[in-house]
């Protein structure tokens, strides 16, 4: 008994123990696999039409209607009806539209996904506003004057934004 007992001792020692991941992982990392079930479950295989309303159909349009789901024949990831939730006053102009954007979401796609659009009309979820980008500071003397020699403008703007938060920091970063 005591042979066997130290074979498989021996056995699990030689083996390497798989890696573990026992790890705090942030939210965002989490995120996108739970809000892909939700958006298949709605017909929507790309969960950016959504995020990217404004983007598709422009902010005017997008302040009276938002996607609602994208269904397709059986078996077929193309000529789909897309509905939209559009706010009941704006019901008719949108129907004048609706080739428009047709065309624009199946640009956005890249093929023709989608081939009717359906209207239902009610009370759209208020979209969060966009927070502000915080303003620039001017770049520090000591880090400016090393930057006045690149040639290229893009580049240039770039490192001068990164010269001008490495100089408003004050002590260590914080790592959230």
């Known amino acids: 008994m005591g ?5 498989r001792v021996r056995a699990s020692q030689s083996q390497p123990e798989p890696a573990r991941s026992n790890r705090s992982r942030p939210v965002s990392e989490l995120l996108p696999s739970v809000g892909g079930a939700a958006f298949r479950r709605f017909g929507f295989v790309q969960s950016s039409i959504v995020t990217r309303w404004p983007e598709i159909v422009g902010e ?3 302040a009276a209607s938002a ?3 994208i269904k397709f024949p059986v078996g077929k990831k193309q000529d789909g009806t897309l509905t939209l939730m559009v706010r009941s006053a704006h019901g008719v ?8 954007v047709i065309e624009r979401v199946n640009l956005f796609f890249g093929y023709p996904a989608v081939a009717k ?5 009610g009370d759209l979820a208020p979209r969060p506003k966009p927070r502000p980008t915080p303003g620039l500071r001017p770049v520090p003397v000591e880090l400016g004057q090393s930057l006045k020699t690149i040639e290229d403008p893009e580049l240039k703007a770039v490192l001068e934004a990164l ?3 490495v100089g408003a920091s004050s ?3 914080i790592v959230k």
């Open 3 to 7: 042979r066997q007992m130290s074979k």
């Open 60 to 62: 005017k349009l997008a």
């Open 67 to 69: 996607p609602e789901s």
């Open 93 to 100: 102009m949108i129907q004048h539209v609706v080739p428009e």
């Open 117 to 121: 659009v359906a209207i239902r009309q």
């Open 163 to 165: 010269a001008a938060s």
């Open 171 to 173: 002590g260590l970063p």
